[in-house]
Nanobody
Framework: QVQLVESGGGSVQPGGSLRLSCEAS????????MGWYRQAPGKQRELVAD???????NYAGSVKGRFTISRDNAKNTVYLQMSSLKPEDTAVYYC???????????WGQGTQVTVSS
């Protein structure tokens, strides 16, 4: 099946920046949307941002204006540029690909982002 390989997670101070990458094993143009979700300890997994084939984007209100999702179809890669990071952004971040016709999504393994001083 499709593999989604994430990189770029780590620790950063409040106000800092980090860029996550998700490389897919096949063309990301074959998916309905590509996106990023996150899950903090004790909380439900939530959508952070996604991007459609058209380039249309959607962001959670808590990250709007601070995070930017983008794609590079030639590299089969989706990025999440995170700026002005806050401690509440601390979570495991998961890459997601939604399929056109099937119910089940593809998911990455998750990468830890920690924002603290």
């Amino acid at each position: 099946q499709v593999q989604l390989v994430e990189s770029g997670g780590g620790s950063v101070q409040p106000g800092g920046s980090l860029r996550l990458s998700c490389e897919a094993s096949r063309s990301i143009d074959s998916f309905r949307t590509m996106g990023w979700y996150r899950q903090a300890p004790g909380k439900q997994r939530e959508l952070v941002a996604d991007i459609a084939r058209s380039g249309a984007t959607n962001y959670a209100g808590s990250v709007k204006g601070r995070f930017t999702i983008s794609r590079d179809n030639a590299k089969n890669t989706v990025y999440l540029q995170m700026s002005s990071l806050k401690p509440e952004d601390t979570a495991v971040y998961y890459c997601n690909a939604k399929r056109w016709l099937l119910e089940s999504d593809y998911w990455g393994q998750g990468t830890q982002v920690t924002v603290s001083s």
